[in-house]
């Protein structure tokens, strides 16, 4: 594991101790998303990493950026990984927070890709079936991929179903080449 996601995981677990509420935990998570995606702008990403600059510079100008939008503990944080050089693990944060929001939320997102768009009935039944077996309340990302023939895979953390054409005829070529 990187040293910049083990920091950040010890960040992500000391803010998520902080939220006492899921009201609370949605606000640190809009804030940590908008930061995520700041220091991402290749503008702001230029600015925070040329070392010509000080520390305490850098720091302010990200803050002059963002602060307007920011509770003040938010800003004690930004103010706290200035200080420490790691404004650039913010993405690494983000992530690393819904994932313990998740897991204490006992929430879990799942991919279903299927060769046509699904129905609403069909999202349900899948989102229900998924919940039941994952024991978990699970939320369902939709895609397409025609090259699928028919049928879906589904993607939830470890778990993978494939119940596509494409599979079948797959495992099936593997078979008959034994």
Not at 51 to 69: H, K, M, N, Y
Not at 125 to 152: F, P, Q, V
Not at 154 to 160: E, K, N, P, T, Y
Request: some cysteine; hydrophobic content about 45%; aromatic content about 4%.
């Amino acid at each position: 594991m990187s040293e910049n996601i083990q920091v950040a995981q010890s960040y992500a677990k000391a803010i998520h101790e902080l939220c006492s509420t899921p009201a609370v935990a949605d606000v640190w998570s809009k804030n940590l998303a908008f930061l995520a995606q700041v220091v991402q702008n290749p503008d702001m990403d230029r600015f925070l990493a040329d070392i010509s600059r000080p520390s305490e510079e850098r720091t302010r100008g990200f803050l002059a950026v963002v602060s307007s939008e920011l509770d003040p503990q938010v800003i004690n944080l930004v103010r706290l990984l200035g200080e420490n050089g790691r404004l650039a693990i913010l993405p690494e944060i983000a992530a690393q927070f819904e994932l313990l929001r998740a897991q204490a939320e006992q929430r879990m997102t799942a991919t279903v890709v299927s060769a046509y768009p699904l129905t609403e009935s069909e999202i349900n039944n899948i989102k229900s079936a998924l919940n039941k077996r994952l024991n978990r309340t699970i939320d369902l990302i939709t895609e397409t991929d025609d090259s699928l023939i028919a049928g879906a895979i589904i993607r939830a953390g470890d778990l993978v179903i494939d119940g596509s054409m494409r599979g079948g005829i797959q495992k099936l070529a593997t078979q008959l080449s034994r």
